[in-house]
């Protein structure tokens, strides 16, 4: 087990595709218009990027309109590349076709073959263990695959199962970093944070939790001025990105990278 929880080399995306505004959603807030969509794409990108990472941002695949979510299809380790089994039947060819990507970085990668299911944005990776959140993606078989899968490089699975309501585990949580989780309040009311420093959202800012710790930044969404204000006086550095297309879709952060430091 070697984990660097929040230094990474690379990072990969993919373009919004050009059918964005027929992706899933909960709460039907409005449909996500491609051209700022793909505005906000580049500006995470860059600020990737700003860190000295290499970003590969994959071309986009119209078949599947929340493809841009890339993080969902894949769980990359120092060690290991997983592809994942989504929940959601209609991301299902996603995994599939992130599987060459990780090929030319990977030595090793691994496929969850089921029958579980398992998306990425439930899994929250810390230098301790790896949190997978029990949610309607992601099941018991799907999380003790991944587990026997990980076991093998000393990898510890944590399940949390997770309040109602919520899409994936890391819409409510992100790692800031060896110690400290960005969380809301519903979340860590599971107990599952119980032995770290927690950070919470500010009130009516849930959604601020989908951030990354990337490198020196944490990545945040626009307009969560008084959670980012936390994080910075945190001693955090902090980067704001324009959300408000994929937050339609129940995106953020999170969801629009896979972060990683290859083995070849
Ligand atoms: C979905 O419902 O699958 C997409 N519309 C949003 C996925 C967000 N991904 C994430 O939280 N990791």
């Not at 996500?32 to 990472?53: M, V």
């Not at 790692?175 to 599952?192: Q, V, W």
Request: some cysteine.
């Amino acid at each position: 087990m070697s984990v660097n929880s929040y230094t990474f080399s690379h990072a990969i995306t993919r373009a919004p595709a050009a059918t964005i505004a027929n992706g899933l959603r909960t709460v039907d807030t409005g449909t996500p218009e491609l051209s700022l969509f793909s505005r906000h794409h580049a500006d995470y990108r860059a600020a990737l990027e700003s860190t000295g990472a290499t970003v590969v941002n994959l071309a986009a695949l119209d078949a599947y309109p929340d493809s841009v979510f890339v993080e969902d299809a894949a769980l990359c380790l120092p060690e290991v590349a997983i592809v994942m089994r989504p929940g959601a039947p209609s991301r299902f060819g996603e995994a599939v076709a992130i599987a060459p990507t990780l090929t030319t970085f990977y030595d090793m990668v691994c496929h969850i073959e089921g029958p579980g299911f398992i998306e990425g944005g439930d899994i929250l990776v810390t230098e301790r263990e790896i949190f997978v959140g029990r949610s309607a993606r992601t099941d018991i078989a799907g999380a003790n695959e991944l587990g026997r899968i990980v076991s093998q490089w000393g990898y510890k699975i944590r399940m949390v199962e997770m309040p109602s309501g919520i899409l994936h585990f890391k819409t409510d949580c992100a790692l800031l970093d060896e110690e400290t989780i960005l969380s809301t309040l519903r979340l860590s009311e599971a107990r599952c944070f119980d032995n770290y420093k927690v950070i919470h959202t500010a009130d009516g800012e849930e959604a601020c939790a989908n951030c990354i710790r990337f490198n020196n930044l944490v990545i945040v969404p626009d307009g969560y001025p008084r959670t980012a204000e936390k994080i910075s006086h945190a001693g955090f550095e902090i980067r704001m990105i324009g959300n408000s297309e994929a937050a339609k879709l129940d995106g953020g952060m999170s969801c629009l990278s896979l972060r990683f430091s290859p083995t070849k």
